[in-house]
């Protein structure tokens, strides 16, 4: 089955810095914004959520730094970004605003979509924007990197997006229409590759170095970011974006390679929670809440008769029942000091326990996985 953007419930567009800026001048390039902005107005008439990661601050932020010629010193690009971000982020405000959507900055490193703590604050934050009908726009927060800074890495933290947040499709939109055997600018018997269902090493060496100087990361950073997509049961296309509607020509056939996962987000997400992660702990219910579980409910606190071991929010931890039996695993809501607090109360007296407002899950159905047969 050929996925689609009319099918997608949640999309990351990730922009490279050639689409937004003028290669030369870096001067914004408004006009194509716009037909961006109406297209993601058009998906969300439908109900969809659509994420941007955009590349571009540092090609705006030195036209304006008057850092014009010559390759950046990495204080120079920082400076630059931090330039460059606050004007890219109007731009989006603008242009968004002509249709009534709302915009959010978003800045990551990769290190926040890696330490879970900060992982589930950032997957927190950016569900609370989608949920309030407002666009996030991320972009990799230069201004802090501590290594050096590549333009088109924003292809990797796209994919790093497009998983933690278990969209359906990335889009990256892109100075050229997909994967081909050979470099299509060298090469006039370039045969393109409409889809692939596998990264193997044949498809790993089609990349080549097909990039512009503005944004340099090529094929290769977009190889990389399928990989990690399709792994977590999403799907990916590179589009041609130097267009003036490049989401509404992709909907309409316009050439493009699809990267075709054979999973879902959830059905990827509850794999990895099965076998990839080892448990810190275990919470202990009763025979009432592993009922619940059956029916596709979370787990309250109001379940659960015991904590065992030491973990922290969003770590594994098993569901044991019966005679200690392990029947699932989970990611916990809340630290194991935390949870022995609430065991046994309603979800409505978390707040006057703990003295802060948390979640009225302790473990929620998304992120929970169970073993029937090993139930009471």
Known sequence: MQPSLANAART?????????????????????????????????????DVLIVSSGAIAIGRRHLGLTSGALRLEE?????????????????????RHSIGVAQILLTH???????????????????????TVPVINENDTVATSEIRFGDNDRLAARVAVMMSADLLVLLSDVDGLYESDPRHDEQARWIPRVERITP???????????????????????AAKHAMAAGCHMVIAKGAVERPLA??????????FVSTATPRAARKSWIASALEPRGALVIDDGAWRA???GRSLLPA??????GAFERGDAVAIRV??????????????????RRIVGHKSREIERILGYRGRAEMVHRDDLVLDEEQGP
């Open 12 to 48: 990351v567009v990730k922009i490279g810095s050639a689409l937004l800026a003028d290669p030369e001048t870096g001067a914004l390039n408004e006009a194509w914004l716009d037909g961006l902005a109406r297209d993601v107005a058009r998906l969300r008439e439908r109900g969809k």
């Open 77 to 97: 690009m920082q400076a630059a970004a931090a330039c460059g971000q606050i004007r890219l982020a109007h731009a989006y405000q603008s242009a968004l605003a």
């Open 111 to 133: 290190e926040d979509t890696e330490a879970r703590r900060r992982y589930l604050n950032a997957r927190s934050t950016i569900n609370t924007l989608l949920s309030l009908e």
């Open 202 to 224: 044949e498809i790993e060496a089609m990349a080549g170095d097909i990039g512009t100087p503005s944004a340099a990361g090529g094929m290769v950073t977009k190889i990389a």
């Open 249 to 258: 020509a992709l909907e309409g056939g316009a050439r493009s390679t699809w």
């Open 293 to 295: 579980l059956l029916q």
């Open 303 to 308: 379940g659960v008769k015991a904590v065992e």
């Open 322 to 339: 019966g005679q200690g039996r392990e029947a699932g695993r989970g990611l916990v809501a809340y630290s194991a000091a935390d949870a």
